[in-house]
């Protein structure tokens, strides 16, 4: 376990649906993230909290929508999805951000397989 | 714009051999590089993180290297396992690209 959880595991939802992902980290860390895994490409991040502050959202639809309420919980709210994002949503948080001479390591929870029919 | 890539893209391996996986990379202006394995429909597991004042950093069987101005970082895996067996992706941080993921090596090593 990495101290860092994500419900649910697994979701199947309709192009019409409005549905929220969840992610808890119990390390104690400032830096929450979400990126997005879809089959044969690589890994991309889509937001970045930092103190509960958004720091990056690296040109991602306004159909994700996500919430930060304090620095251990960070939601990710879908809304009119497409197929096309049907994908593993993962979720990590790091004690620090980039560029800091402290401890960027990033711990990734186990993600939620999201599937849009 | 920051490119990640390593090679090779899988690799298949008898147990007990030494081996290497590579991951370069195209802007040398990195904070710190990462290793993760991530086993089937799993998350990521981090392995090692090297801060781009290191050379290299050494845990257990592992040890990954960074050479920042050729823009290249390896993972040595000593004596392979069964268990090993899971992609290995690396990921580099910066100012500019931020957050940025390889493509993977997709390790198979049989026993």
């Known amino acids: 376990e990495t101290g860092v959880t994500q419900t649910p595991r697994h979701l199947v939802m309709g192009m019409t649906n409005k549905k929220s992902l969840k992610c808890e980290q119990h390390l104690g860390h400032n830096a929450m993230y979400w990126y997005k895994q879809s089959a044969k490409k690589p890994l991309e991040l889509m937001f970045v909290y930092n103190f509960k502050e958004q720091t990056e959202n690296n040109s991602v639809p306004s159909r994700f929508s996500p919430e930060c309420p304090n620095s251990s919980h960070l939601f990710l709210h879908l809304h009119t999805l497409q197929p096309e994002d049907s994908a593993l949503y993962l979720c990590?948080?790091?004690?620090?951000?980039?560029?800091?001479?402290?401890?960027?390591?990033?711990?990734f929870g186990p993600g939620t397989r999201l599937t849009v029919t | 714009k920051q490119e990640v890539t390593q090679i090779p893209a899988a690799l298949s391996v008898p147990e007990g051999e030494n081996l290497v996986l590579n991951c370069s990379f195209t802007?040398?202006?990195?904070?710190?590089l990462q290793w993760f394995r991530q086993d089937p429909g799993k998350g990521l597991t981090s392995l090692l993180l090297?801060?781009?004042?290191?050379r290299e950093q050494t845990s257990g069987r592992l040890n990954a290297s960074l050479d920042k101005s050729s823009g290249r970082s390896t993972l040595y895996i000593a004596a392979s396992q069964p268990g090993d067996s899971a992609t290995y992706l690396c990921h580099t941080t910066s100012g500019t690209y931020k957050y940025i993921f390889g493509t993977g090596t997709r390790l198979k090593v049989l026993a």
């Open positions: 990590a948080s790091s004690q620090d951000g980039p560029g800091t001479s402290g401890r960027p390591e990033q711990y």
């Open positions: 802007d040398s202006a990195i904070y710190n």
């Open positions: 090297i801060q781009s004042s290191q």
